[in-house]
């Protein structure tokens, strides 16, 4: 949708979000084709590119500026070599601010330098790889999403540095918790294995809520986000709002050594002789970030609070709702601290901002558009304006000025469901309208919703009358009904299919257009392969003995479980000598750490490394006994039971109906 309505961490998160995770990223074998762009649609993107400014050339400067070196044929390929389609033609299928934003994230293609002593590998991943020259080393800020990219970027930068080709990494830095700054740390760690690693507040703790204990879900949503099985096209996937895309690979996590101190906002460190002060971000783009400012290079890094875009409040592959009111004020306090001296804006996305009006400038946009969101959706919600109606509402409230710059404009977070995110922080999903407190179950829902309708036949009636003037929002509301309650209805399927497909097309968020036409794809052919996984064996090596029974816990079948009554372990690790007291009873899974092993049915001594083999499934306990790598005493059925209650989530859940055939 054109911006006045307007998902890669990987898994993620990055975060991946990121992408928000580890891929398999095999395209679909059958070349799936969209349709094209209906006359409607034509029209919609027509009228939206007229009130763009085309002209306003000077972010594609910025992303241009100080190119040292192309990317080569075998790092480009990491990521780029997808998107050679885009070109100076807007095509009818997308819309035309996106597209924009597909052809300036283009730019980014090889290393560059940032200011003395500071460099960024840009477009080979979804973050940039920063290089900081030490006094006896190199520094990076943010190791891009997977291994693979993070080693070939890292080598393609040493190779065309003007400076310091022959130094080693001495320090790599996570902004923060999203999987494209982290997952390529073990690659760093392997070339170096000396680096000194820093994190921001809590990392570890952050990166296990966001990309495991819900893992599995985030990933399948994910997949849709971030258009993971969608086809690099004019009629599939253009951008990803923050750069072209993810890298291919394994994301892994190295556990940082030092992290930001959590009781002070400010904290300046000397790494590797180079002062850096630290500002804890912490519940703004992620749970745990930070920013950090330079002193004696008079450069500004300002992680993911700024991008060239609009970032998300409420990611749509799942996560917590972001702050938006201290995102703004955190900006504020980048500013004002650092405006007066900064002539340099760095960031994990995007390009620099050069000089020191234009940082000033940048930051105060960005600071006043995350404001806009938080303050304006307020003032409706206390004017009784609903949850549904408030993406539609806000829209008239955001200033002609803040509209017409390009870096606020909804590519990865919208005006529309950051709205609905804020409103969701404070008055939660509810708005008090009886009528929404209790709802039927959606397939409960949409039966009866056709047939109040007068059946599938009426709808489908309606709905092509509708879809014919362009209609699609509705059309799209009305055929979901008929398809969630008759999933065999072939013809309402197809339709619906090309009612999402032409919504893809208008959007200008990255993720609403590959949320669109994924579902479009999986109504016609079913789910394809390539979709995200978030719970990596690196990641889930650095979680804690606890939070490792805390991801147990919420596979636990609870009716299942309740029927064995109450079941006592004290799990005991030699390598990290600690003790779990763990006890299921009424169904649920509790665990403690304890200073010394409590009264329980079992006891289990095995080491914590041998503990993330078992929940992935790929060690046996009873191998691990038979070796004499693990042992039992007491009831050595106990701990078998627990397992036993243990569901195997289904990546592959169902998110629109899918068709008979590839169920």
Excluded at 108 to 117: A, P, Q, W
Excluded at 190 to 196: I, S
Aim: proline share 3%; no cysteine; net charge negative.
């Amino acid at each position: 949708m054109q911006k006045s309505l307007m998902t890669l961490s990987i898994i993620a998160s990055f975060s991946l979000s990121a992408v928000e995770a580890e891929h398999e990223h095999e395209h679909i074998s059958l070349h799936y084709q969209g349709k094209p762009a209906t006359e409607q649609t034509i029209a919609v993107n027509k009228a939206t590119a007229a009130d763009l400014n085309f002209a306003d050339k000077k972010a594609f400067e910025e992303f241009s500026k100080n190119l040292i070196a192309e990317l080569d044929e075998p790092t480009a390929a990491i990521l780029r070599a997808d998107f050679s389609f885009i070109g100076d033609k807007i095509p009818d299928t997308v819309n035309p601010s996106l597209y924009r934003q597909a052809q300036l994230n283009m730019v980014s293609n090889g290393l560059y330098k940032v200011t003395d002593g500071i460099y960024q590998v840009r477009g080979t991943d979804l973050a940039n790889l920063t290089l900081i020259r030490g006094k006896t080393g190199w520094i990076l800020y943010d190791v891009l999403l997977t291994k693979e990219s993070a080693k070939q970027s890292l080598e393609f930068a040493l190779k065309h540095l003007p400076e310091g080709n022959d130094l080693p990494v001495v320090a790599m830095i996570y902004s923060h918790s999203h999987g494209d700054h982290f997952g390529g740390s073990r690659a760093i760690k392997d070339m170096f294995p000396n680096v000194k690693v820093y994190g921001s507040n809590n990392i570890t703790k952050e990166i296990v809520d966001e990309n495991v204990l819900a893992g599995n879900a985030m990933s399948r949503r994910a997949a849709y986000q971030y258009g993971a099985t969608l086809e690099r096209n004019e009629q599939g996937i253009v951008d990803a709002a923050l750069a072209k895309g993810l890298s291919k690979g394994e994301v892994t996590y190295v556990k940082p050594e030092i992290t930001l101190n959590s009781k002070d906002k400010w904290e300046t460190l000397t790494i590797d002789g180079i002062e850096m002060v630290f500002m804890d971000a912490s519940g703004t783009e992620a749970a745990s970030e930070m920013a950090t400012y330079i002193p004696s290079m008079k450069a500004l890094w300002t992680g993911e609070l700024t991008y060239h875009g609009m970032h998300n409040i409420y990611t749509l592959r799942g996560a917590k709702v972001r702050d938006a009111i201290k995102w703004s004020k955190d900006i504020n306090a980048l500013l004002t601290r650092f405006g007066d001296d900064a002539q340099v804006l760095f960031e994990a996305h995007s390009a620099p901002v050069f000089g020191n009006a234009d940082v000033n400038a940048y930051l105060r946009m960005q600071r006043d558009n995350y404001g806009l969101v938080h303050n304006q959706t307020l003032r409706l919600a206390n004017n009784g304006v609903g949850i549904q109606d408030i993406g539609d509402a806000i829209q008239t409230t955001i200033p002609k000025a803040v509209r017409d710059t390009w870096y606020t404009n909804g590519y990865h977070g919208t005006y529309s469901h950051n709205a609905k995110a804020v409103y969701n922080m404070y008055l939660g999903y509810f708005d008090m309208n009886p009528a929404n407190l209790n709802p039927l179950p959606t397939k409960d829902e949409s039966a009866k919703f056709v047939e109040y309708m007068g059946g599938a036949n009426a709808v489908l009636k309606h709905a092509k009358t509708d879809y014919a003037k362009g209609e699609y929002r509705f059309v799209a509301t009305a055929l979901n009904k008929v398809v969630m309650a008759e999933p065999n209805n072939t013809e309402a399927r197809q339709l619906l299919a090309d009612t999402y497909e032409q919504l893809g097309y208008q959007a200008e968020g990255a993720g609403w257009r590959n949320i669109y036409l994924t579902g479009a794809q999986e109504l016609r052919v079913g789910i394809q392969p390539g979709a995200p996984k978030s719970a990596s064996a690196d990641i889930l090596s650095e979680m804690d003995i606890s939070t490792l029974f805390d991801f147990l816990a919420v596979r636990v079948d609870s009716i299942k479980a309740a029927e064995l009554g109450l079941l006592r372990l004290n799990v005991i690790t030699p390598d990290t000598q600690e003790t779990l007291y763990v006890e299921l009873s009424n169904g649920n899974l509790s665990n403690i750490q304890v200073d010394k092993p409590m009264e329980a049915d079992t006891n289990l001594y095995i080491d914590k490394r041998y503990i993330t083999g078992i929940l992935l499934g790929k060690t046996p306990l009873k191998d691990l006994l038979a070796n004499g790598s693990a042992k039992l005493e007491g009831d050595k059925t106990a701990f078998g039971k627990i397992m036993s209650t243990l569901v195997q989530f289904d990546a592959n859940f169902e998110i629109v109906p899918l068709p008979p055939t590839a169920k």
